[in-house]
């Protein structure tokens, strides 16, 4: 069973640039997650889909993020315009069963830069 | 104070020998524990998951849950430079909620 495939791995950008990562979940996941991972500390759910719905985006910063799930599978997270601090690896993660927080599976993430 | 507090070390030593991970949290209606083993530059992917107090035992792997203190543990015997990560621990309310609260990792390492 092929993981979740996260892309680009890596990006440097600069400030007031814009940036976009692209997440494929795991075939057959209806929950996809996008979390942000700040060095030294554990991540934090941004946003949350089931199929192509928003069931939770509380923590995102909507007025520079945003996100969508065009179909229910692949997901696309975008930034603009990014500030220094959020320099930080981004994580997808899906779910099968879309509630359990013991069953999410995590992308290799895409470390941002922003300089 | 953080919801959740995990000393971020790093903490190296020697093949073979018992590693001892811990975290203290302050939400008192956290149910699900869960620690994720987190590779350089990878995602996490998660260990073992307890519900409750108690502990649960897989292969070189226990996990430990003291609600009363708020306290959590991982503890990894005989370990192997293969266990040289970032280790971190998350915990939920419920088992069908997907907000989990991290803690900010520990990384070890194991030399051989």
């Known amino acids: 069973e092929a993981g979740v495939a996260q892309s680009p791995r890596y990006k440097i950008i600069e400030k007031r640039q814009s940036v976009a990562f692209w997440c494929n979940p795991i075939s057959g996941h209806a929950t996809l997650y996008w979390y942000q991972q700040i060095l030294g500390q554990g991540p934090k759910l941004l946003i949350q889909f089931q199929n192509n719905g928003v069931v939770d985006d509380s923590q995102l910063p909507k007025d520079r993020f945003s996100a969508e799930r065009l179909k229910g599978v692949d997901s696309t997270l975008k930034i603009q315009p990014a500030k220094l601090e959020d320099s930080a690896v981004y994580l997808c993660a899906s779910s099968l069963y879309g509630t359990s927080g013991t069953e999410q599976y995590f992308g290799p993430g895409t470390r941002l830069t922003v300089t | 104070q953080k919801e959740v507090e995990q000393d971020p070390g790093p903490l190296s030593v020697p093949e073979g020998a018992i590693v001892s991970l811990n975290c203290t949290y302050s939400?008192?209606?956290?149910?699900?524990f869960m620690w994720y083993r987190q590779y350089s530059r990878k995602g996490p992917e998660l260990l073992m998951y307890?519900?409750?107090?108690g502990n649960k035992e897989d292969g070189r792997f226990t996990a430990q849950v003291d609600k009363s203190s708020k306290y959590i543990s991982l503890f990894i015997r005989d370990s192997q430079p293969s266990d040289s990560a970032t280790y971190l621990c998350a915990m939920s309310l419920r088992s069908n909620d997907y907000k989990l609260s991290f803690g900010a990792g520990t990384t070890v390492t194991v030399r051989a």
């Open positions: 939400n008192s209606a956290f149910q699900y």
């Open positions: 307890t519900y409750s107090s």
